[in-house]
């Protein structure tokens, strides 16, 4: 069966670095197009990242030139690199393919 599970979240200061890690299974990871999402309390799902099968990216415009996401085909992972973190960062971060959810991670982000 389908499985995305999520790691690397955490509590980090202000202007601090993550990296969100997805490791996928049940599937033929490289044929499909990964998504980061997060929600944060009181808030709607929303989109953060993505990356095709062949590595093309689209990010979310709170996030632009501070987060980064990639993709190993050999390791059936996708990453999001997060650098800079503000505050309203802070939020579950969950990994997305097709119709299929990772369990989330939470991500906080305070002094």
């Known amino acids: 069966q389908v499985q995305l599970v999520e790691s690397g979240g955490g509590l980090v200061q202000p202007g601090g670095s993550l990296r969100l890690s997805c490791a996928a299974s049940?599937?033929?990871?490289?044929?499909?197009?990964m998504f980061w999402y997060r929600q944060a309390p009181g808030k709607e799902r929303e989109l953060v990242a993505h990356?095709?099968?062949?590595?093309?990216?689209n990010y979310a415009e709170s996030v632009k030139g501070r987060f980064t996401i990639s993709r190993d085909n050999a390791k059936n992972t996708v990453y999001l690199q997060m650098n800079s973190l503000k505050p309203e960062d802070t939020a579950v971060y969950y990994c997305?393919?097709?119709?299929?959810w990772g369990q989330g991670t939470q991500v906080t982000v305070s002094s």
């Open positions: 997305k393919s097709a119709m299929y």
């Open positions: 049940g599937f033929t990871f490289s044929r499909y197009a």
């Open positions: 990356i095709t099968g062949t590595g093309g990216t």
